[in-house]
Nanobody, 115 residues
């Protein structure tokens, strides 16, 4: 059973930074493209960033130049470094396979950016 656990969210002022982590209890991180997704209140879940096994990355236009996705295969973990945060980045952030997520989601981690 796939189990992904997100952590690292919190409350931060606009312009601040956070680093999210996604721990994988199995080994899908090592073999699949992984991504970060987010869902803001009243909105659909959207893709934020993805990283392929070879290391190439993909970002939504809204976060390009501010967010960086990375992976640590040895520790089965995917990270999302978020800089220059904006109030519109406020959402629950999830990790999953990319670009097609598994039909099972973790609890996510809340990111709140105050203006």
């Amino acid at each position: 059973q796939v189990r992904l656990v997100e952590s690292g969210g919190g409350l931060v002022q606009a312009g601040g930074s956070l680093r999210l982590s996604c721990a994988d209890s199995g080994s899908i991180v090592n073999f699949f493209a992984m991504g970060w997704y987010r869902q803001a209140p009243g909105k659909s879940r959207e893709s934020v960033a993805g990283i392929y096994p070879g290391g190439s990355t993909n970002y939504a236009d809204s976060v390009k130049g501010r967010f960086t996705i990375s992976r640590d295969n040895a520790n089965h973990t995917v990270y999302l470094q978020m800089n220059s945060l904006k109030p519109e980045d406020t959402a629950v952030y999830y990790c999953n396979t990319f670009p097609t997520p598994f039909n099972s989601w973790g609890q996510g981690t809340q990111v709140t950016v105050s203006s």
